[in-house]
């Protein structure tokens, strides 16, 4: 039975992911937790937990710290951030440290399902839209010089051929058959395209991709 814990300070927005929640996985167990305290305690008890549902603003402990926390705890239980908030850093940071996906709550109960199986798949990022739109904007501006002009990262062709194929939202053994590259050369590719291009995630490289023209706008599914 999956077991799914929904961290939120306000009761009814607890109680609403909660019917959510059962109605796209009625066989799901869901634990609600009134606080990141009480989150930490479910966790430091041992019990067993699929994912979390996490609320990014809470007045005891900010989600995004409880989510470090979690992910220091049980680095391989997956947590999907929910929040009003939709500013790039706070999902640059969710994403960096290790959140699973980005929901606004104006989400739709299908897009939450979406999240749930993505995130237990362990199979990419899912974000909202809007999400998606303000990280490429960001990106956007960021790529640009003090003139206006959007900057160099003296990637390599093979390099540029990489970025290109994750932009398009393929995986990393997709983009190994297309290349013909193993997928430990094609993650040490990515490596250094990130480092080149100062971000941290596929998700943060898609957007520059976008930003240099190496891709179209992404979906919110970004592929691991």
């Known amino acids: ?5 929904i ?12 019917y959510v929640v059962k109605e796209g996985f009625p066989d799901a167990e869901v634990t609600e937790a009134e606080s990141a305290a ?8 041992g019990k067993e937990i699929d994912l979390a549902l996490v609320d990014v603003r809470m007045p005891d402990l900010d989600g ?19 929040s009003t908030y939709d500013n790039a850093p706070y999902v640059k940071r969710a994403l960096a440290d290790g959140a699973s ?11 939450l399902s979406q999240a749930i199986n993505v995130a237990l798949s362990g ?26 002009r959007r900057g160099e990262f003296n990637l390599t062709q093979r390099e540029h051929d990489i970025l290109e194929l994750l932009a398009e939202g393929q ?6 058959g297309r ?6 050369t094609v993650k040490a590719h990515l490596a250094a395209i990130f480092r080149k291009l100062g971000v941290t995630n596929r998700t943060q490289a898609a957007m520059m991709a976008v930003q240099m023209g190496v891709g179209p706008i992404p979906g919110a599914l970004v592929h691991e």
């Open 1 to 5: 039975m999956m077991k799914i814990l």
């Open 7 to 18: 961290v939120d300070d306000h009761a009814l927005v607890r109680r609403g992911l909660h």
């Open 38 to 45: 009480a989150a930490l305690e479910h966790i430091h008890n």
């Open 64 to 82: 995004l710290e409880l989510l470090r926390a979690l992910k220091t705890d049980r680095p391989d239980m997956p947590v999907v951030m929910l």
């Open 101 to 111: 996906g980005y929901l606004l709550k104006d989400a739709t109960p299908e897009d």
């Open 123 to 148: 199979s990419g990022n899912v974000l909202s839209p809007r999400v998606i739109q303000n990280l490429f904007e960001e990106h956007e501006s960021a790529g640009r010089d003090q003139n206006g």
């Open 171 to 176: 995986a990393n053994r997709e983009i190994a």
């Open 179 to 184: 290349l013909y590259l193993s997928e430990k």
